[in-house]
């Protein structure tokens, strides 16, 4: 069992990394805006430029 | 340009298709014939404006949007010389200083108000547009907030081009100051995300070590295992306590400076005296451990306070709008040449002279120089059709231009004006406020007293009987005693109920208003734009017997076709697909429109217009029925004769009259109270069935009739929507503002609706019962609870081990009953 005394440090790394990802995401605005991405990524750029080349073709 | 409030109607099913404009889905005129190919297929389009929008569209490849889009576009608006020229104003050096934040070299922000936004597609429309103008660096819009924030180069964009390009795909954007307010707020949420990120992440941690240490409690467990994870909890547990948990001990703080005691001040001694003696058991390796208590304790509370400010902020964020409600822009006629030019509406002055075109806002309170228009005062005022106007009459700021250009001279600005006066009697209002009786905080307050009281006593008594037992049955009672499920009682119960009422599309703003809920005993409403729709209907035509019904219809609809006003647009919806041309059509002080059709000059307008222009007379029996009669009517005259008489009344919500009645049968008194006439309100609470109906109210004498209901210990619910009802609003125990109202009321009501149905005010207070029934019982249970607890404790019968499993389990239970207000 004192396999423990590796693993709980590992898992607080990982605590670590991830307290450190939630405060980048806080801080660089990701939740600032929870219903607008939901939509957002069904309408992404790429379907209209490929409607252009569609066109291009005809 | 349409500055009144838009509503867009749903998308049409394909059988319906065909009449509707394929952009904004409006029926199609019958004498109009454009139409537009779009994905392979002829669209038609209502208007002129429509088909530029969606050529536009087209254009720029952005046909995409008419594919996934879910909603109706706005109805478009041509980009007149007008808008151009206003838009122009922005590039201006002193207007740009306001709006525009500098960042380095030529590169600037901007934040922009979107109107006209109805559904996702729209925003990534106004991105793509945005993104494609030469010199834009970034573009980002915002769902929720309706907001967009553009980087660009200024050296290669003017701000005017931005606004026009969004103009020119049938938006309306202006750009707007972010307040220092809203800056703060922004701060605050993001304090408040990192603090419940923090909370939540350390605290699973703590709870899965907990889980070892409960397990090892039952099978065994090495000792020095079991102090290595207590050690690792406290550890753990220390960021929670010493910042998450953060504002409830500043709060507790402050309110102790104060001398008053809120539910902080238990929560705050839970948490650390929890924390407290769980350090000392792990130092002392005796005793035991509540540090799961703690950290779920502090991330349940803190997740139900992010909530409710979170439902706040979001309304809140319409506060800018209300700069819209004047404009920023005026047409400043020069006092030598008579030229207009824009200026910025700030920069007006006393005495000087505007031109004010139909479909502009008014800018500055001030009186009428020159020409007669009909002005839009219902904002305002609560008077649903516009005023007739003619020179020497006063004009207010923020009503709206209908028929006709204006010179008006200015004769109050700024503080000066009646919305200043508004305003400033909303935060009068709010400063009354009746002090709200937070049932929890008193509960809380003394129950905690009370617990200090016995801890001191049974640990003095111990100390006398047994010094070696005095701390652990002490602390046991401290610990039996933490009014953890009594504080979790009510904010489990209200974040449940918030975010299953954000699911029903109620906003609650404060949460304070579901326990002021059941006991209003008054339902106020106001009459226009909340019990009616607030647009006027064509409900009678009487004709003379000469006439055919239809003859005089298209008749009207000619000439009406010619005029902006309400009335107009109510009448032409209603005329059929018979189309008569008229020309030569004018507008005549007074209230009426002349015109020719098929060389036959014809008159409508007010009964003095008819009877003074066209020397028309009319039946003695329509001239009673106008005398007594709660509509508006308009006669229609040819040369001498009057010819029909059409009779517009506001029409009255689907469900009004359900909802009134839903509210009597609950038991509160249902009163109505309007700034309109009182014969229209007479009728509209005939129809509803509500007693009490009070007319011609301002906004004053509505907030002293709520203020003398109040007197006589009624308890009142306003429900309304306009700029003059935001007064009552602010002023009443609690209240509702519907879908479609002004900003200024929205901003100071309780709960907003956000989807424009009157049943849904019965739905509040069905929401507002369950949610009271479910904070009682829980409030109930903990008090059980801790009573029965105290004295076992006192006793020296419970073991803390045993005192800190019914902590949990208690206040487990109180949230699993919280829970069950979501479904």
């Known amino acids: 069992m004192e396999i423990i005394y590796l693993l709980i440090p590992i898992s607080l790394l990982l605590l670590g990394l991830i307290v450190w990802i939630l405060l980048w995401a806080v801080r660089s605005g990701q939740y600032d805006d929870m219903e607008g991405p939901a939509h957002r990524i069904l309408m992404d750029e790429d379907q209209v430029v490929e409607r252009d080349d569609e066109q291009a073709k005809k | 340009m349409e500055s009144t409030v838009a509503k867009y109607p749903e998308l049409p099913d394909a059988a319906a298709l065909d009449a509707c404009c394929f952009h904004c889905g409006l029926p199609l005129p019958a004498d109009l014939d454009l139409s537009l190919t779009i994905d392979g297929a002829e669209r038609s389009m209502c208007c002129q404006g429509c088909l530029a929008v969606a050529q536009a569209i ?20 041509l980009l007149v010389p007008e808008f151009i020229r206003d838009s122009e104003i922005y590039d201006t050096a002193a207007i740009q200083g306001q709006y525009l934040h500098q960042l380095d070299g030529d590169s600037c922000e901007v934040s922009l108000i979107l109107e006209g936004i109805t559904c996702a597609a729209c925003i990534w429309l106004i991105e793509q547009t945005i993104a494609s103008l030469p010199g834009v660096e970034q573009v980002r819009v915002n769902y929720a907030s309706q907001r967009a924030l553009v980087r660009w180069n200024r050296a290669r964009l003017k701000l005017s081009e931005i606004l026009q390009s969004i103009h020119r795909i049938g938006y309306r954007a202006l750009p707007y100051n972010p307040q220092q307010q809203q800056e703060s707020h922004h701060r605050q949420r993001r304090q408040q995300q990192r603090r419940l990120a923090v909370a939540g992440v350390f605290g699973m941690q703590v709870m899965m070590l907990s889980i070892s240490l409960y397990a090892g409690a039952w099978s065994g467990m090495e000792a020095s295992f079991m102090q290595f994870f207590r050690w690792l909890s406290l550890g753990l547990t220390l960021p929670v306590v010493g910042y ?25 001694i839970a948490i650390l005296v929890a924390f407290a003696s769980s350090c000392l058991a792990t130092v ?45 822009t005026a047409l400043r006629l020069d006092a030598v040449t008579g030229e207009a030019s824009a200026v910025a509406a700030s920069a007006l002055l006393p005495g000087e002279c505007v031109l004010i075109r139909p479909g502009d806002t008014v800018p500055a309170d001030g009186v009428i120089r020159s020409g007669f228009s009909a002005l839009d005062e219902s904002l305002l005022s609560g008077e649903a059709n516009p005023l007739d106007k003619v020179p020497g009459d006063r004009l207010l700021g923020g009503s709206i231009n209908v028929t006709n250009p204006l010179q008006m001279e200015v ?9 200043a006066e508004i305003q400033r009697s909303i935060e009068r209002a709010q400063a009354d406020k009746p002090p709200l009786a937070r049932l929890a905080d008193r509960v809380a307050a003394r129950f905690i007293g009370l617990v200090l009281l016995i801890v001191v006593a049974v640990a003095a008594y111990w100390w006398l009987r047994d010094s070696a037992q005095w701390f652990e049955t002490a602390l046991a009672v401290l610990i039996v005693s933490c009014p953890c499920a009594l504080s979790l009682a009510t904010p489990t119960a209200i974040s449940a109920s918030l975010g299953k009422m954000q699911l029903l599309g109620l906003l609650v703003k404060r949460a304070s208003a579901l326990e002021t809920l059941h006991r209003v005993t008054h339902v106020v409403f106001d009459k226009t734009g909340t019990l009616t729709r607030g647009a006027p209907v064509l409900e009678q035509i009487r004709c003379m017997p000469s006439f055919a019904v239809d003859e005089c219809l298209a008749i009207a609809a000619a000439l009406e076709r ?37 060389a036959r000059q014809y008159r409508i307008g007010s009964v003095e217009f008819v009877t003074r222009e066209a ?29 029909a008489m059409f009779s517009f009344a506001d029409e009255l919500r689907d469900d009004a009259v359900d909802t009134v009645a839903a509210l009597q049968a609950r038991g509160k008194t249902v009163v109505l109270m309007t700034g309109d006439r009182l014969a229209v309100a007479r009728q509209v609470a005939r129809q509803c069935g509500i007693d009490d109906c009070r007319a011609e109210m301002t906004p004053q004498a509505k907030i002293a009739a709520v ?36 900003s200024l009321a929205k901003v100071n009501a309780d709960i907003v609706l956000m989807s424009d149905h009157l049943a849904s005010v019965g739905e509040v207070f069905d929401m507002a019962a369950r949610t009271r029934r479910i904070t009682r019982q829980n409030m109930g249970w903990a008090l059980l609870y801790n009573f029965g607890a105290i004295p076992a404790a006192a006793m020296g019968l419970v073991a803390p081990w045993l005192a800190a499993l019914g902590m949990s389990l208690s206040s487990l239970l109180v949230v699993v009953n919280a ?3 979501t479904r």
């Not at chain 2, 995409?64 to 879910?70: A, K, L």
């Not at chain 2, 950290?295 to 306070?305: K, P, Q, T």
């Not at chain 2, 992010?306 to 004047?326: D, P, T, W």
């Not at chain 2, 004769?411 to 919305?419: F, L, P, Q, R």
């Open chain 2, 58 to 77: 087209i254009a720029a490849g952005h046909e995409n949007f008419y594919r996934v889009r879910t909603e109706s576009a706005p109805t478009g608006q």
């Open chain 2, 244 to 268: 998450a948990a953060l504002p409830f001990f500043t709060s507790a703080w402050r309110d102790l400076q104060q001398r008053r005691i809120s539910m902080d001040l238990p929560v705050s």
């Open chain 2, 284 to 328: 002392s390796g005796q005793g035991e451990v509540y540090f799961d208590s703690v950290v779920m304790f502090v991330f349940f509370l803190s997740a139900s306070r992010y909530f409710e400010s979170m439902a706040r902020q979001r309304c809140a964020a319409s506060v800018e709008r209300l700069v819209q409600a004047l404009p920023l």
């Open chain 2, 411 to 419: 004769t109050a600005i700024g503080a000066d004006t009646v919305m």
């Open chain 2, 562 to 598: 010619h005029s902006a006003h309400p009335l107009a647009r109510a009448l032409v919806s209603k005329a059929d697909a018979r189309q008569l041309v008229a020309s030569e059509v004018s507008s005549v002080a007074g209230g009426g429109l002349q015109g020719t059709i098929d």
């Open chain 2, 615 to 643: 020397g028309a007379t009319l039946p003695p029996e329509w001239l009673d029925d106008l005398d007594g009669d709660a509509q508006t009517s308009v006669v229609l005259a040819e040369e001498g004769r009057a010819m």
């Open chain 2, 707 to 742: 203020r003398a209901l109040q007197a006589a210990s009624a308890v009142v619910l306003m429900v309304g929507d306009g700029i003059n009802d935001a007064p009552v609003l602010a002023g009443a125990d609690t209240s509702i503002a519907m879908a479609g109202a002004s």
């Open chain 2, 819 to 821: 829970l069950r207000l």
